[in-house]
């Protein structure tokens, strides 16, 4: 796959000690994977130091080693004295080691290399110089956003980040700086300034930062942004001639910059769209659809109804009853999640539920702010039946919970055989939930008992949690705009599965607005008449999509032997090892062969 010799894959990224959300999933997926192991030569994992607190065993995260700690005064490392002269200079801190990383299915583990730097006191000289040549050669602004430390702080890291690489001897030709999201992107170009070494480089697209502010903020969200999306592309035209300069948003001139560099990988086809729509340069930018993996695990039916016994006990407690069904939410609580789309679903279940004398409670496991302790959920509970009821305030409902939680008490106020408990916690067991809770209930179980996992999402790249059901017989409903979806339709050639729905809500051939002449297909229009129609939308497809799930819902053990079955064959077709061997690597060796071809051009 490669002319050379294995490359070293250097990933820039905010998660490099801890894993927080998506970015570190894929980082796991790549580092317990056979595939990946094989095709490179050395991992390195760069990001900032975030915090001077704790002690050495805190630097670099759960199965760490630290060989060198400039905070810490902690020296066990080959590289000291390089390390040393890169303080003087740039004046930063370095935290240098290894991460274990191990999959416990199958075994495979990897130890990258990880470097955390404290730029919080950086001389601002070298800092100054990056800022002047990032302007000059790649028109990013930074006197605009350097007041915002999001902004700052990965600019600082360029600089220093390059000059580590150097002295650990990972600046050579075969070196491939990857840039997860934007804030990766000042390294990347600081390589691409660097005169003395060959970086290649790549923007791992795992959103489109400018694209996700416009989906969130416009209130026709996804059901209008792609239908402008298409039009405007149909017209030739691009982001700032529909909507105009995004200047005004630090991330846009850095994820634009990604056209700078060798190669882009985008997890979603909707993503990679989304980037060629930012600006015409992009017309000619390799962008590559590098889909995520997902979990497989291949369990039995009593294992499920194991499962989903404790969800069911766990509900009677709560509620007084055990439902027939359970509908599960995992997820974080930001806007672009569309949560109040299972509401719309839910709704339309409840009133066939009724005809057919059933029930089912929605679990939705979400919270916008820290972990609550045991202690504070323990009197909740007590106090006033935490999470049936809630309060404003910590530790129970912060601003958006409570703006949730005011549309889940609507939606139980009117239903009769459908009922939703809102979580407000991060974590699923019965220390972080209360006695309510069965003892011996895990995390895994929510995944392994579920019969409907919910994913709407107004804006989604990829959606691993989505799919997260999938492998334990569930059924899936998620948007055609997520980039899970897409990966589904790969993978079976369009023909889908039993266990998973595609809700398109960007679909509006079915209303009097898709004739020619009327402003549905005016731009501007589109943009500044998006309430009604998307309404409109919401309300059929949650008619649809409630059908849908009623008439594929498991009714007896047979049927849910068949979709454990189902699921898990789908589940094993979208692994890490399906999608590094098919997408990643082809991605990272079209990097550095077009880089090896431009140099091949220049010398003749």
């Known amino acids: 796959m490669y002319a050379g010799k294995r490359p070293t894959l250097v990933h820039v990224t905010h998660e490099a000690a801890r894993k927080i959300g998506g970015i570190g999933a894929v980082l796991n997926g790549f580092f317990t994977c056979k595939s990946y192991l094989d095709a490179v030569e050395r991992s390195i994992l760069v990001g900032p130091l975030f915090s001077r607190e704790g002690g050495l065993e805190d630097r670099l995260g759960e199965g760490s080693e630290v060989f060198y700690s400039t905070i810490d005064g902690y020296d066990e490392c080959e590289f000291s004295g390089q390390f040393r002269d890169i303080e003087n200079i740039y004046n930063v801190g370095i935290v240098y080691g290894k991460k274990r990383f191990v999959d416990e299915k199958t075994g495979i583990e990897s130890s990258p290399e990880i470097i955390l730097i404290d730029v919080s006191e950086m001389h601002k000289g070298p800092v100054n110089s990056l800022k002047k040549q990032m302007y ?28 580590i690489l150097k002295s650990i001897e990972a600046a050579s030709s075969s070196t491939v700086i990857v840039s997860h999201e934007f804030m990766g992107m000042p390294t990347v170009l600081a390589g691409k300034i660097d005169p003395y070494c060959d970086f290649k480089t790549v923007f791992y697209a795992h959103e489109v930062a400018t694209i996700r502010r416009i989906v969130e903020s416009h209130s026709g969200h996804d059901t209008i942004f792609y239908n402008v999306l298409e039009n405007a592309r149909s017209k030739g035209l691009y982001l700032e001639d529909v909507f105009g300069s995004q200047d005004d948003y630090f991330k846009h001139p850095l994820v634009e910059a990604s056209k700078y560099c060798d190669a882009i990988c985008a997890v979603g086809d909707y993503t990679a769209k989304e980037l060629k729509f930012l600006a015409p340069e992009f017309k000619e930018c390799p962008v590559d659809v590098v889909y995520n993996g997902i979990p497989a695990y291949d369990i039995g039916l009593e294992e499920k109804l194991k499962s989903k016994s404790k969800l069911k006990e766990y509900c009677f407690n709560l509620l007084g009853y055990r439902p027939d069904y359970l509908f599960t939410h995992v997820t974080r609580l930001v806007k672009s999640k569309g949560l109040w789309r ?26 916008e702010t820290c972990q ?11 106090s006033y039946r935490w999470p049936v009821a809630h309060r404003e305030g910590w530790p129970d409902l912060s601003g958006g919970e409570a703006e949730f939680n005011s549309e889940v008490q609507l939606f139980n106020a009117k239903s009769r055989n459908v009922k939703v408990i809102f979580i407000n916690q991060f974590g699923f067991t019965a220390k972080l939930c209360g006695r309510m809770m069965p003892e011996d209930m895990e995390f895994m179980d929510i995944r392994k008992g579920s019969d409907v996992e919910f994913g709407m999402s107004i804006y989604e790249p990829f959606g691993i949690a989505q799919l997260e059901s999938l492998t334990f017989g569930g059924i899936c409903v998620v948007s055609n705009v997520c980039g899970c979806a897409g990966f589904v339709n790969d993978v079976t050639d369009g023909a889908g599965c039993e266990n998973v729905i595609i809700a398109d809500y960007t679909d509006i051939s079915h209303y009097h607005y898709n004739e020619i002449d009327k402003f549905i297909y005016e731009v501007d229009e589109l943009i500044y008449n998006e309430n009604p129609l998307r309404k409109h939308v919401e309300e059929d497809l949650s008619k ?47 990097a550095v062969n077009a880089a090896e071809q431009k140099l091949t051009k220049i010398i003749s």
């Open 372 to 382: 609550r302790n045991s202690h504070d959920i323990h009197h909740m509970e007590t």
């Open 544 to 590: 649809r999509l409630a059908i849908m799930i009623c008439s594929r819902i498991a009714e007896n053990d047979l049927e849910a032997e068949k979709l454990l079955k189902s699921g898990f064959a789908l589940a094993a077709d979208m692994s890490w090892e399906t999608v590094v061997s098919k997408y990643v690597l082809k991605s990272i060796s079209k």
């Open 342 to 367: 299972d509401l719309q679903v839910l709704e339309k279940i409840d009133k066939q539920f009724q005809k057919e004398n059933k029930t089912g409670v929605l679990l939705v496991l979400s919270t």
């Open 136 to 163: 000059n050669r790649f028109e990013v602004p930074s006197d605009r956003y350097e007041h915002l430390w999001e902004f700052e702080q990965y600019v600082r890291i360029a600089p220093a980040a390059i000059a």
